[in-house]
């Protein structure tokens, strides 16, 4: 018996510029036999029937009321700013649709743990968007890792660029909300977090930590006002700790981007050997991940690679690349009951991890 496709409706699509546009849409699109982009919802009609058009979507629905409680919809796919999640997803949720949201999941502990509670009530099946654990380049770090290929782990030190929050903007329109800490999507929620996604997954969950928040920059260039704007983001993070195999992690990540190629190095160190991880930047979730090791008695470090079949038909695409392994790990768990895809309870746990980097963080006076 030929298996149903996933109909599938997205909210917040922007062709040409949105997430959903660059990420999702062409993602699902490479799994024509599990998915089937059916129908989009815009905060404006206007906005709406524009994007169903150019990207092909057979429906433009009026609302996302409309989008959610409609028959033809399946999954419901979140894609709009953090401070208008909850509202998306209440009704998803009244509507008992599955939900794919993308991370971070609410502007404060409070709201996620009010929308991950709710999702457990109604028994909904639901997915958070932290798509670096879908790099196949992670599995790997995490296969050498698990695989005592540089011995015990002692200490992972991490120094990335965070891409957003740094000196200047360019356009106000869909930059100037990322510099405001209250949005809920600033570096530090952002870059910092799914990067602490990347080392959980890769070598196991945090246990202790102290932390540093500044904004060292409080007053940013505006190129299109052609003046200093204010940010209240940190542009400034710092993170010293322990996972639970006892091994001590340390991150420092700076706003914007790197002069060269070279804004995100994750060392590891081990008995036996040292692991090196780079990219162009430390949004990690979106980058080609760089990996070298260099193990005991050896004097030089050797790339390792993957196979070009695990990037599944995106090469080093990994912004289109790992949301479409995302999905295809949501068409197997809403299939078989499995948990390939972290969910809002995963999210949560994530969400009580920055709420205790916000509130216990030495500050600059």
Not at 288 to 314: H, M, N, W, Y
Request: charged share 25%.
């Amino acid at each position: 018996m030929k298996q149903k496709k996933i109909r599938v409706g997205i909210v917040g699509l922007q062709p040409k510029r949105s997430w959903a546009a660059v990420a999702h849409l062409p993602g699902l699109r490479k799994l024509p036999d599990k998915f089937e982009v059916i129908g989009v919802a815009n905060r404006r009609y206007e906005s709406t029937l524009a994007a169903a058009k150019e990207c092909n979507i057979p429906k433009a629905f009026h609302s996302v009321s409309d989008l959610v409680q409609s028959p033809d919809i399946d999954l419901v796919t979140v894609t709009v700013r953090v401070p208008n999640h909850r509202e998306v997803l209440e009704q998803a949720l009244d509507a008992g649709k599955a939900i794919y949201c993308e991370w971070p999941l609410a502007v404060n502990l409070a709201e996620a743990e009010k929308i991950t509670e709710s999702a457990r009530q109604k028994g909904v099946r639901t997915f958070i968007g932290t798509q670096v654990i879908a790099n196949p380049q992670l599995t790997l770090i995490r296969k050498i890792l698990s695989e005592g290929k540089i011995g015990r782990v002692l200490s992972h030190s991490l120094i990335g660029y965070g891409r957003i929050n740094g000196p200047e903007i360019t356009d106000e329109a869909t930059e100037r909300y990322l510099l405001d800490k209250t949005t809920g999507a600033t570096m530090l929620t952002i870059s910092v977090m799914h990067t602490l996604v990347a080392l959980q997954y890769a070598s196991g969950k945090i246990s202790h930590f102290n932390s540093l928040l500044a904004t060292a920059r409080p007053q940013i260039y505006s190129r299109e006002r052609q003046d200093y704007v204010p940010m209240t983001a940190a542009d400034e993070v710092g993170m010293q700790g322990f996972l639970e195999d006892g091994s001590v992690f340390s991150l420092h990540y700076s706003g914007g981007m790197p002069y060269d190629d070279k804004g995100f190095l994750w060392e590891i160190i081990g008995t036996d050997g040292t692991l090196r991880i780079s990219a162009l930047s430390g949004a990690v979730q979106i980058e080609d991940l760089k990996i070298t090791l260099c193990r005991k008695g050896e004097t030089a470090f050797s790339e390792i690679t993957v196979p070009e079949e695990s990037l599944t038909g995106f090469g080093q695409d990994f912004i289109a690349g790992n949301l479409h392994r995302m999905y295809a790990g949501v068409w197997q768990d809403i299939l078989t009951g499995s948990h390939i895809v972290p969910d809002f309870s995963d999210a949560l746990e994530l969400h009580r991890i920055l709420d205790q980097i916000k509130a216990t963080a030495l500050r600059k006076a």
